[in-house]
């Protein structure tokens, strides 16, 4: 299970374990500067060191991490009294003839106060680094064990993966217990709980199947729903579909179509659930679980980094409003939308234009505007 979620944690410290690039904005790139603008100190480790991210024409040079290389990172932070301090500190006091050395000693050492807050996971390409990163999360609570991890759960996205599939087992059995925040795009929460989110009502059992592994807030970054009328018509039309699956085992692979309709979508729909706790204001006698949803118009274009800026900026204003998810949701999805209106308006018909405008957005970064606000999911109906 996760810490506690609804306690704030007055580190202002991020673990951020995540892919790098030198060039462009994805990963710790798209990360740690908006976290750094929100008044987070961010020590980062970089899963994958490549000189540019995947979609360009030529397939990244660099360096992977594994999951060794992660431990012994760990360790050294650990020695160091970088995680927080523990009681062996204290073993000098007895000799007074090194003061100027103790002092020095004492300066570099971390202390209970500045311990991590907040770990902050991202993209991951192969099992063993990812059952190290379970292994961080673990040493990092035993110096704070009220540090938030939020987990983006990295698999693909529009049908297609772009880590190892055996990582879904990984994330849905040991990686997701541990988070209290889990952030997948709709494609990703399609494959974490099997469930095909086409509705509200999709969601909202996708939600609680993802709640029920431990997070007490599940962030769906990105989702194309159908609208009410054609909910109606998939209703009509499954009656037919099971009259013809009776007699026809061929064509049937739907998810080109899809696509197609999805392209065609003018609204994108990001949901936020929460599962309630004692600290909450719900009728106990209520739902268990709050849920919010924000609906803007779908910007066109495909954009490498949103969901890395979004966990991030996620993470950030959690830890500024614990206690109030629809403001939050707010914050992120208003920031976001102009990061990527700006980055669509500046691009051209070359990978690196569309290249998130991340420097140039510091303004909305530190100062949201309010433009699209957080609508209450009515539950139980």
Known sequence: ???????????????????????????????????Q???F????????????????????????????QLRTILKGLELNGLLGTEKHNN????????????DDNDNDNGDAD??????LTGYIGSVSFLEAVVEVVGTVRKYNPNARFVCDPVLGDNGRFYVPKELVDVYRNVVIPKADVVTPNQFETEQLTGIRVE??????????MLHQMGPSVVFITS???????EEEVVLDNNVKQQQISQSSTTNKDSSTDDADDDSNKKTITIIASKRCSDDDDVDKKQQKTMMWRIDCPLIPGSFTGTGDVTASLLLGHLEHHPNDLPLVMEKVINTMYVLIQRTHESKRNTVRSKELRLIQS???????????KATRIVLGK
Request: aromatic content about 8%; charged content about 20%.
């Open 1 to 35: 299970m996760g810490s506690n979620s609804n306690d704030k944690s007055d580190s202002k410290r991020v673990l951020s374990i995540q892919s790098h690039v030198v060039s462009g904005y994805v990963g710790n790139k798209a990360a740690v500067f908006p976290l």
């Open 37 to 39: 603008l929100l008044g």
């Open 41 to 68: 100190d961010v020590d980062f480790v970089n899963s994958v060191h490549f000189s540019c991210h995947t979609g360009y024409e030529f397939f990244p040079h660099g360096e992977v991490m594994n999951g060794e």
């Open 91 to 102: 073993n000098n006091n007895n000799n007074n003839t090194n003061n100027d050395n103790d």
């Open 114 to 119: 500045d311990a991590i807050g907040s770990i």
């Open 199 to 208: 509705s509200i009502d999709d969601a909202r059992k996708a939600c609680e």
């Open 223 to 229: 989702a194309i729903l159908l609208t009410e009328e």
């Open 362 to 372: 510091k303004d909305i970064i530190e100062n949201p505007p309010s433009t699209f």
